[in-house]
């Protein structure tokens, strides 16, 4: 028979446990009990037909010692005469359902940690009401966590690398390893023009608050042999922080940008050009490079759904991009060396044009077949120079 048992019940508790909607009522959130839980019994027809059946159940689901209240209501055997049985179940109280669950001391740790907070830093108290499991998780945490975001306070954008925090204590790999819990917390100790809003993320977390972040770097090749940015240097392989490279003013007309590293090195020699080594989705590096806005730009990636996902982010930054092998005919013209997409995109994609849309549309619909791929290093070589032509 599938009548509510004491498992189901606790199993009913332990869901609002699992939302952290019981931690949350003990830091001001909304009060749960009492409250009335779901409760299946037999019906009237199994009152009669399975009448030891449901003794048992009653015996069960009346056990000793049980945390919630049972509410009766009579019914009428036709031989044994009124009965009682279990109508309602309910937990009254927020203690009775720890118990219930045996999370009660947890709950205690996380009373005594809603306390702490509330004496050192009482803003906080809201993320807590948010995040009550997370920050029982860290209940070890707390007070190098709060020494952080004092300092912070007292040390406004300090234009230093995080490795040079001086906080006694507080080691800044402990920084690093809690900084999405620190940015969610910084947020909201932390005045609004402390933070500049246009970093988000554990990426952007220096940035965000105002440490130094290690430079972003570009790497390049010079494809023209008469133009030489360092002298004597046959191979041309260079790497820039990515604000000298803005400041680069070379006599350069076209500029590729490759993922693959060995196309990247391979890439064959052609007048008033260069071949950066691309970053997948992260284009920050060129950001302030504004020279690329007058170069013609060819991004060749895979052929993909990511691959036309990366080219869509760069147009966000470099409108002017054009893509590179990442069409039918090249897509067509490899076949034997088609791969398969473990787990493609297929979101939409606004700054394709109309034949690259077609395609990526096709390739996350299974046009040809399932999650095909054609990666771009197994594009040969002499097709690679027919179209640079």
């Not at 830091?27 to 009990?33: P, Q, S, T, V, Y």
């Not at 299946?40 to 689901?61: F, M």
């Not at 052609?270 to 080594?277: G, K, R, V």
């Amino acid at each position: 028979m599938k009548w509510t048992t004491p498992e189901d019940l606790r199993t009913q508790v332990m869901r609002l446990w699992d939302r952290g909607l019981i931690l949350a009522s003990l830091c001001g959130g909304e009060e749960l009990f009492p409250r009335r839980l779901n409760l299946k019994t037999p019906k009237s027809a199994e009152l009669s037909t399975h009448y030891s059946e449901v003794r048992a159940w009653i015996t069960h689901l009346t056990r000793p010692n049980t945390p919630y209240r049972i509410e009766w209501r009579t019914f009428n055997h036709r031989v044994l005469g009124n009965n009682e049985i279990p109508a309602r179940v309910w937990i009254d109280s927020t203690d009775a359902a720890l118990r219930f669950i045996g999370k009660k001391q947890e709950a205690q740790t996380f009373v005594a940690l809603v306390e702490h907070i509330q004496a050192h830093e009482p803003a906080l108290l809201p993320w807590l009401r948010r995040r009550p499991l997370r920050a029982l998780k860290l209940c070890d945490d707390w007070d190098p966590l709060l020494r952080v975001v004092d300092w912070m306070k007292a040390h406004p954008r300090p234009d230093i690398y995080l490795r040079q925090m001086d906080l006694p204590g507080v080691h800044t790999k402990f920084i690093e390893h809690h900084r999405g819990t620190l940015a969610e917390l910084l947020d909201i100790a932390l005045p609004t023009d402390y933070i500049d809003e246009n970093h988000r993320g554990i990426n952007g977390f220096c940035l965000r608050y105002g440490f130094k972040d290690k430079p972003t770097r570009v790497r390049f090749r010079i494809l023209d042999p008469d133009i030489r940015l360092v002298h004597g240097a046959a191979a041309q392989d260079i790497t820039l922080t990515g604000e000298d490279f803005a400041c680069l003013d070379i006599p350069v007309e076209r500029v590729f940008i490759t993922e693959n590293e060995i196309n990247f090195l391979a890439f064959p020699t052609c007048s008033h050009s260069m071949i950066l080594f691309g970053a997948g989705y992260g284009f920050a590096n060129l950001a302030e490079a504004h020279w690329l806005q007058d170069v013609d730009i060819y991004y060749w990636g895979d052929i993909d759904t990511h691959g036309f996902a990366i080219l869509n982010q760069i147009r966000k930054l470099l409108p002017h991009t054009s893509s590179f092998l990442m069409d039918n005919e090249t897509l067509l013209a490899h076949r034997d060396f088609w791969g398969v997409e473990t787990q493609p995109e297929s979101g939409d994609l606004s700054h394709l044009n109309s034949d690259e849309a077609q395609l990526y549309t096709r390739l996350h619909t299974h046009y040809w077949g399932h999650n095909i791929r054609l990666e771009q290093e197994k594009i040969g070589f002499e097709f690679l120079q027919r179209h640079l032509i």
